[in-house]
């Protein structure tokens, strides 16, 4: 979309959400949709989180530990990679779903204007294009993060230094994604939409 028509376009849309009406979700669309967006975020972001934990649980050797073959011997047999692989699912599990709890009300954002707007505004589509790439952002983020921490951490420091991809990688999105609204004008229109979507909309069977 060209500049001057992307400019027309959201002069049109913020006027058009001065009358739209919100429309009442079938609660089954709803529910379903949100569902499956909440997966989607669980394994990719935490597929990236269980390899960079993998890594280190499974290769980290203490620097104090003699490398001899009694040592490797005592620590690297079957039942070793048994217990880690499990302490890595677990702690990716429970890190997972808190994750995906504080993802929720941005996907929750995302369902609403893809279900409501992206037909209903002249920018509509081109805007859940551009929250799509934010997504892909953040994970890319998170994923070189945690490629970078994981290269150089250990088992007791691998938890922190994720979360701390994590909230480094929204802290990028969110910079990015201003930087851009700002600059293709789309600020005023995302806040109107966050309005407009805080109206009271009850999904019904």
Not at 24 to 53: D, E, Q, S
Request: neutral net charge; aromatic residues 12%.
């Amino acid at each position: 979309m060209e500049s001057y028509e992307l400019q027309q376009a959201i002069t049109e849309d913020l006027k058009k959400l001065k009358h739209l009406k919100i429309g009442i979700i079938p609660a089954k669309t709803y529910y379903t949709g949100l569902l499956r967006l909440a997966i989607n975020a669980f394994w990719k972001i935490g597929l990236v989180l269980l390899l960079a934990m993998a890594y280190v649980y499974l290769t980290y050797t203490n620097p104090h530990a003699a490398m001899n073959e009694v040592y490797w011997g005592a620590v690297r047999e079957a039942n070793f990679y048994g217990a880690q692989i499990k302490d890595v699912l677990l702690i990716t599990i429970g890190i997972m779903l808190v994750v995906t709890l504080v993802l929720t009300p941005s996907l929750n954002s995302y369902f609403l204007i893809q279900y409501h707007l992206k037909e209903q505004l002249q920018t509509g589509e081109y805007l859940v294009k551009k929250l799509q790439n934010l997504g892909w952002l953040f994970w890319a983020s998170f994923s070189l993060l945690s490629i970078l921490f994981a290269s150089g951490s250990e088992p007791g420091v691998i938890v922190i230094c994720e979360v701390l991809s994590l909230v480094l990688s929204a802290v990028v999105t969110f910079f990015v994604m201003s930087l851009e609204f700002n600059r293709l004008g789309l600020s005023v229109l995302y806040q109107v939409i966050g309005t407009w979507l805080n109206k009271d909309t009850v999904p019904t069977s």
